[in-house]
């Protein structure tokens, strides 16, 4: 019997890894225009990494890691998130050394989770993660770079929610408040939540299965039990995200589920249809006291986590990414004169940036234009004998009646402003966003 893949992973095709290079390269993009840099980690850790970071109690530890011995008798853990690792690499090669690092990761993370619709055991996740600065405006950095990526992708019903779990004091004042409410209601919450209330009574209002009860709704509220610096960090936060003009809203009852956060905690939620709970794209906050439980230097960070299959689901639930993998041009050449100069030109085209193909095993006009359309060309350019012996070719455009017959010489020219034009999506006098020659651009 064949072996098959294993539960929780899938294999990424040709007919969609485009679609990862096109949401991986606009990420970069826009890490760059942040000034974040790229930091890469090891797939597998020490699981004490884990278990130290993410916290013994959570569900991710206790359920959810991919945990084995190697051969040398190691227990080590394939990466369940991207933090604990790059703090631990922040502070192996000594980063601290610099006042602030701005780094971003995007990889794959594995959890032994029930796969279903949004849900994976090996998924992907692109983060950043911020050392050195506990000024709020850094939270408002954070959060405007993951909007940012929102923007990009040109995504419309998202939600950014944000909560504070202020600083030590305040949690302390609220952890008892949760033990005192719950405790009243022991035997109407689930097993997990019993635990929880012993031993991390935040991690209650995490739970998947009690949360839309009344109970819930009525608990109290950590906004009620901010101190009064906790309270004046987050009205920081809120103002300079008030001037940047980002929407949001504050959502008292988001703790997430990771022990390492303090202070600003937000999510970004996407209504995808069918995906029910699984909504939300992105999680991060601040981790104040990571960096010193794991052996390092006392170093203020904050991060976030997008899942890349969910963004990439919400993306195109409201966008056809087909035009992203489009070939510019595919060049038909008929009989061996021309498959010969043809061969020239492709090459030509390529290394002036156009993505060009042509058919190689030497097909029928008829499958040279199947080809055409399996590869969503944007333009043709057909060169028979008699044609390259004018020096000429034909261009055509697919799904029109527009061809013409040009000097071979100006063929690169003429496809790429024939593209530029057809970039241009009804330019207004301030559109820079192609370099068409429409009206509005003349304007400019
Ligand atoms: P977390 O690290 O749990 O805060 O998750 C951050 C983001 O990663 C979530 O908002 C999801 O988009 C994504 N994510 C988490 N777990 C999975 C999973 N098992 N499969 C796919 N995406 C996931």
Not at 229 to 254: C, G, H, W
Request: glycine share 6%.
């Amino acid at each position: 019997m064949a072996i098959t893949k294993a539960k929780g992973t899938y294999d990424i095709l040709p007919s969609d890894s485009y679609k990862w290079s096109f949401i991986e390269d606009k990420i970069r993009q826009v890490c760059q225009i942040f000034n974040y840099e790229e930091i890469r980690t090891p797939i597998f850790e020490a699981s004490e990494l884990f278990h130290r970071t993410v916290g013994e109690t959570s569900d991710l530890v206790k359920k959810e890691t991919y945990d084995f011995k190697d051969r040398g008798d190691r227990l080590v853990t394939l990466r369940p998130e991207g933090t604990a690792g790059v703090v631990r690499a922040y502070i192996e090669n000594k980063m601290y050394t610099e006042p602030i690092n701005k780094l971003f990761y995007i990889g794959s993370m594995f959890r032994y989770e029930r796969p279903q619709k949004g849900r994976y055991r090996q998924f992907n996740q692109f983060g950043v993660e911020c050392f050195g600065s506990s000024d709020p405006i850094m939270d408002a950095e954070v959060i405007s770079l993951a909007v940012t990526i929102i923007k990009a992708f040109r995504l419309k019903g998202v939600k950014v929610r944000l909560n504070t779990l202020g600083d030590d004091t305040t949690r302390e004042s609220y952890k008892a408040a949760l033990v005192e409410y719950f405790s009243k209601y022991k035997d109407d919450i689930c097993e997990d939540c019993k635990v929880r209330l012993e031993k991390n009574p935040l991690r209650i209002l995490d739970c998947k299965v009690d949360r839309d009860t009344e109970i819930f709704k009525n608990a109290p509220k950590i906004t009620d039990y901010l101190s009064i610096e906790a309270k004046s960090r987050f009205t920081k936060v809120l103002e300079y995200l008030d001037s940047m003009q980002i929407n949001y809203e504050v959502d008292p009852m988001i703790v997430r589920g990771l022990d390492y956060y303090t202070h600003t905690i937000f999510e970004i939620e996407a209504q995808i249809e069918g995906f029910g709970s699984q909504n939300v794209m992105c999680g991060g906050g601040r981790y104040d006291h990571l960096v010193e439980n794991l052996g390092g230097p006392s170093t203020p960070g904050i991060g976030f986590a997008f899942g890349l299959e969910r963004l990439l689901t919400a993306i195109e639930a409201e966008h056809d990414l087909n035009s992203e993998m489009q070939v510019h041009l595919f060049v038909i050449a008929l009989g061996d004169k021309a498959r010969l100069a043809a061969t020239k030109i492709v090459n030509d085209m390529r290394c002036g940036g156009l993505i060009t193909e042509m058919d190689y095993l030497n097909g029928k006009l008829k499958n040279q234009f199947k080809l055409c359309e399996k590869y969503n060309a944007k333009y043709i350019a057909i060169l028979g004998d008699s044609e390259l012996e004018n020096n000429e070719i034909n261009v055509k455009t697919p799904n029109s009646t527009e061809q013409v017959t040009i000097p071979i010489d100006n063929l690169y020219q003429y496809v790429v402003s024939k593209l530029r034009s057809s970039s241009c999506q009804g330019c207004s006098s301030s559109c820079g966003d192609c370099n068409c020659d429409c009206e509005g651009n003349k304007n400019e």
